[in-house]
């Protein structure tokens, strides 16, 4: 009997295993037929749709759908499929969705979308019956007012995620149209279902592929498209300062704009390259995506504080979709912070997207935002919106990442000259002269500012950056003479070569003659200098001056009564060491592939040397470092910041011109070491007519430090800048020693402790 039992189980068992497979298809059938008859029976128009049995038999539909694909091959399609796909359920659902009716309807057919296109695994987007509804559905998305906007942006990251799994269906998501007759031929010829899915077509989305003779335009559809969307479900936030009672909704909001930033990101980073440049000549993408640029930078208060501008921090691009109560909040700081947030997704967007659209949207970006609305803003007349709209560039510029949009930065600001400029050329970039002359310009603040623009330029992986404001005026060598300076004995050399350098640049022989400039000064703090026995060498010629000669140099410049470091415990020339090997050691590493030669070039009779300029840049900054002794404290720092990142940059004329006291200049030239003579020409001179001077200045040193509390002591302004040149040659004291290895004991330098 128990035999007989298991034997009739099991009977019943194969019956039931076998019985969907006949019933499935019946069952799919009833419940849209269920559906259907809804609408013919129903009288209540207002009855909402999740009071209806519609939910549950569009989930069971599904359901059926997931479970036949399991039970398919790869390559087959099963009945209920084929069902869906012949009858076109999905263009009805779209319909209902579009009518809302019953009420709500729309939110269950994105849902439905949705679940379908993420839980059946095999192609579909590739088919009439699917991307037609699809099309349709993604243009209901985004309207204005609408209550789904959650469902939406989830049903088009769907999309975007099938597309970057197979990215051959961008070209029937994205709608692009094509003048051509060839396509109306084609979009006739589509109308016949396939009873199976069918081979992955080509892709084709260029104008040359549609048409052979290459000829058609590109039309783009109506602000509809997924494109389209996408960007306006993005700018779905409301401010955060009028959601204090609604902090819900405000969360919801962001989650929707992160979600469509995401979708791009998805789109924007397809690898194949068919795809890319549809997405960058065929479609709106690059133009939105500036465009909100364009809106968000306009929005940002003509009155910020630069102060609060230069300490704004960096903000990733998700950042406005949290409400961070603990934010740097201040006037016009919400503005700011979706500016900069939509400006780091453009830069991430960039930095994933395959070269053809990263350059397409770069070129964006220069065309229509830094050309047609910052440069106005840059070249205007009111100091004010000068000072606020170039601290916001400084601080675009040390936000940006991405090699493309930083190489347009670069173009925009310097522009692509590679010839060595003239004097009086003022005309050939109007930007970038602008830009400089700003560095000296009547108000400190803008010229603070702009010099911390350009500190930034240097900071970033371009090579172009340097060539541009310097290195194009300095390749040919054309500073140096070929007729050196003879000194009378080696004990005299430091000396000398101070005379050497004062000597043409002098109208008359008063500083040559001047009695500061005697061999007795030099010599007197021969104990806090390097070890003089490495001077006993036989001179070397210019550019291969050992660096003990180089840190000697520049650590002797300032006298003793200017001089503060030995009454502060732990202001000592050693300690630069640490941070300039550092920078260095970066600085060396963002240039290693700029292929820089490690020897100078050799100088050449041919060129004349008697017209050298050394560039607007270079210029502006050794007038600025001239004038150290009457300027604010924060600009000299500024001014010494940027020559301190200019000396670090491995490359050997910019090193020779920079940091070696002993080349022969021809005459009209300046170079750093020189400027730096006449500014410790005109202190020797001011010195005698204060009194006091050395306790007034460590005074001054110690209120700098915090270590003093503020009293009134006249010529504060001269008593700074005389500190900041004396860091200032102790800076570039150990960017010469981190430069230049000659030195093998590292002992020789532990003895300017003091210095």
Same mark, same amino acid.
């Given at each position: 009997m128990d035999m007989f039992s298991k034997l009739t189980n +099991?009977?019943?068992?194969?019956?039931e295993t076998r019985e969907p497979s %006949?019933?499935?298809l019946d069952s799919f059938v009833e419940h849209w037929k269920g559906i259907t008859n809804y609408y013919i029976e129903t009288t209540d128009e207002t009855r909402p749709v999740k009071q209806?049995?519609? #939910?549950?038999r569009l989930k069971q539909m599904l359901d059926i759908l997931v479970y036949e694909e399991g039970q398919q091959g790869p390559e087959e399609t099963g009945p209920c499929m084929e069902y869906l796909l012949q009858h076109k359920l999905l263009e009805t659902l779209c319909t209902l969705g579009k009518a809302q009716y019953p009420p709500g309807m729309n939110h269950q057919v994105l849902v439905f979308f949705s679940k379908i296109l993420v839980q059946i695994q095999k192609p579909m987007l590739h088919i009439i019956n699917v991307y037609r509804p699809v099309q349709k559905l993604v243009r209901l998305c985004g309207l204005l007012g609408s209550q789904t906007e959650k469902e939406e942006v989830h049903f088009l990251f769907v999309i975007c995620t099938r597309v970057k799994q197979d990215p051959y269906v961008l070209n029937y998501i994205l709608e692009v149209c094509y003048s051509t007759l060839e396509d109306t031929e084609n979009e006739r010829g589509e109308e016949t279902v396939p009873s199976s899915y069918p081979a992955a077509p080509s892709f084709a989305c260029t104008p040359t592929q549609h048409s052979p003779t290459g000829s058609s335009s590109v039309i783009f559809p109506a602000n509809t498209g997924l494109i389209h969307v996408l960007v306006h479900l993005s700018k779905s936030q409301v401010s955060s300062a009028a959601t204090t009672h609604s902090k819900p909704t405000y969360l919801s909001k962001c989650r929707v704009a992160r979600k469509a930033c995401e979708s791009l990101l998805l789109l924007a980073? +397809? #690898? @194949?390259?068919e795809a890319a440049e549809c997405l960058a000549e065929s479609t709106p993408l690059c133009q939105l995506l500036v465009e909100r640029l364009c809106e968000l930078y306009s929005q940002l208060p003509a009155m910020l504080d630069p102060t609060e501008i230069h300490s704004f921090p960096q903000i990733n691009w998700s950042d406005p979709f949290t409400q961070d109560e603990e934010s740097q909040s201040f006037p016009g700081s919400e503005h700011m912070k979706r500016f900069f947030a939509w400006l780091d997704f453009l830069d991430h967007l960039l930095k994933e997207a395959p070269k053809i659209l990263a350059t397409k949207l770069a070129k964006e970006i220069h065309n229509n935002w830094l050309i047609g609305v910052l440069q106005p803003e840059l070249l205007q007349l009111s100091e004010m919106g000068v000072l606020v709209n170039t601290a916001l560039l400084c601080c675009m510029v040390r936000n940006v990442q991405s090699p493309a949009l930083v190489? @347009?930065? %670069?173009?925009? +600001?310097?522009g692509r000259d590679t010839q060595s400029e003239l004097c009086l050329d003022t005309e050939t970039h109007v930007l970038r002269y602008h830009l400089i002359e700003h560095c000296d310009h009547i108000s400190d603040e803008i010229s603070i500012t702009t010099l911390r623009l350009f500190e930034e330029? +240097? $900071?970033k992986p371009y090579r172009d950056t340097l060539f541009n404001l310097a290195l194009r005026n300095l390749e040919n060598r054309c500073y140096v003479t070929h007729t050196p300076v003879i000194c009378k004995s080696k004990n005299s050399e430091v000396a000398c070569n101070l005379k050497a350098f004062l000597y043409p640049l002098c109208a008359n022989s008063e500083l040559e003659e001047d009695p500061f400039f005697t061999e007795d000064e030099f010599n007197s703090s021969e104990e806090q200098l390097l070890s003089r026995s490495q001077l006993t060498r036989e001179p070397r010629c210019s550019g291969q001056t050992q660096a003990v000669e180089i840190v000697n140099s520049f650590l002797c410049l300032v006298p003793q009564e200017a001089k503060t470091s030995q009454h502060v415990q732990g202001a000592g020339y050693d300690t630069y060491v640490h941070d300039a090997n550092k920078q260095f050691k970066e600085c060396t590493a963002l240039t290693q592939a700029w292929d820089w030669s490690e020897v100078l070039k050799p100088t050449e009779s041919a060129i004349s040397s008697s017209d050298f300029f050394e560039g607007h840049f270079l210029k502006i900054l050794f007038d600025r470092i001239g004038r150290i002794l009457e300027q604010p404290y924060e600009l000299n720092l500024q001014v010494t910041s940027v020559l301190s990142r200019l000396a670090l940059f491995p490359h050997p004329q910019l090193h020779e011109y920079l940091l070696d006291p002993y080349i022969s200049l021809v005459p009209g030239a300046r170079s750093l070491f020189s400027v730096l003579i006449r500014v410790i020409g005109e202190l020797m001179q001011r010195i005698q007519l204060i009194p006091n001077f050395? @306790? $007034?200045? %460590?005074? %001054?040193?110690?209120?700098l430090m915090g270590l003093d509390g503020e009293t009134g002591v006249d010529h504060v302004t001269l008593l700074q800048g005389v500190i900041v040149l004396e860091e200032f040659c102790k800076e570039l004291a150990a960017i010469a020693f981190v430069k230049l290895p000659s030195i093998d004991d590292s002992s020789n330098w532990q003895n300017t402790n003091t210095a």
């Open positions: +099991l009977f019943q068992q194969a019956l %006949v019933n499935l209806t049995d519609i #939910p549950w980073s +397809l #690898p @194949e390259e190489e @347009e930065l %670069v173009l925009f +600001l310097l330029l +240097l $900071k050395t @306790e $007034k200045l %460590v005074h %001054v040193r110690r209120q």
